[in-house]
């Protein structure tokens, strides 16, 4: 099967998210309105980091980080361009946000949501990545390491929450059936991930720290 290096892999898969507001978002019919273009902004925001700036940070650490099967990297791609799509219609053309909800406490709470989140998201992951980095600079033969610090002490995959709490974050700033369909793929897609990666630590460190839980600090 063929395979890509992983930050191959992401940079394709992502791209969709940048090239497809390029294409569509000026043709909505609120495309020129404030609060459009500041949800327009963090979404870009978001996915400027995942699609660019991720990859880079990967492609610096080890070479041996997993290869990517090119078939998941295309089909990725397209589920990418479909939900951006969705997204960028919907705030450019078929939601309506009136200037006064830049203004609201919801817009305040989601927006609030959406950062803190991409936060931890981002924090979560240079964890991982520079765990990688360590491996790689001492020569050592095993692969993966057990995470400490901050949120690893409560969790064992900060950057799945940290991921989930920024796409409810977009749920509330666009109170829409496209926020919430993404919100809810999120949380179906990362919490099984969050579980098995959690199954795993247990059963490859026996040492691994007991009182973490998967995904949700002291509740699961
Ligand atoms: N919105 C969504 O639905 C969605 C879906 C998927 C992913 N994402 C986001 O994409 C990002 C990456 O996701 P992912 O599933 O690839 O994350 P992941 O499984 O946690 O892996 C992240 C990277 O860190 C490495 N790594 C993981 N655990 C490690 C450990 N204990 N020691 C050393 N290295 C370790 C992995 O290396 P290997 O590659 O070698 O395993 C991988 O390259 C996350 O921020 C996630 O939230 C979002």
Redesign the pocket.
């Known amino acids: 099967m063929p395979t890509l290096p992983?930050h191959l892999g992401w940079l394709l898969m992502e791209a969709p998210t940048l090239l497809v507001p390029a294409l569509i978002f000026h043709r909505g019919k609120h495309a020129a309105a404030a609060a459009p273009r500041l949800l327009l902004l963090l979404f870009l925001a978001h996915y400027f980091h995942r699609t660019l700036l991720y990859p880079l940070r990967?492609s610096r650490r080890s070479s041996s980080?997993?290869p990517m099967p090119l078939v998941t990297a295309v089909l990725a791609a397209l589920f990418n361009a479909l939900n951006t799509y969705i997204q960028l219609r919907w705030i450019s053309h078929f939601g309506f946000y009136p200037e006064r909800w830049i203004h609201s406490a919801q817009f305040a709470i989601g927006a609030f949501l959406f950062v803190a989140g991409m936060a931890i998201?981002i924090w979560a992951?240079g964890v991982?990545?520079a765990?990688?980095k360590q491996r790689s600079s001492a020569k050592e033969s095993v692969s993966?390491?057990v995470?400490y610090g901050g949120l690893y002490e409560f969790v064992s995959?900060p950057?799945?929450l940290g991921?989930i709490v920024e796409?409810l974050g977009w749920a509330i700033l666009t109170w829409s059936p496209a926020g919430l369909g993404f919100f809810l793929?999120?949380v179906a897609?990362?919490a099984p991930?969050a579980c098995a990666?959690h199954r795993w630590y247990v059963d490859k460190f026996p040492d691994y720290p007991r009182g973490r839980t998967p995904l949700i600090p002291f509740l699961c």
Do not use: A, K, V
Request: net charge positive; proline share 4%.
């Open positions: 992983s990967l980080s997993t998201n992951d991982l990545i765990l990688r993966y390491r995470p995959c950057n799945y991921e796409w793929y999120t897609t990362l991930r990666h």
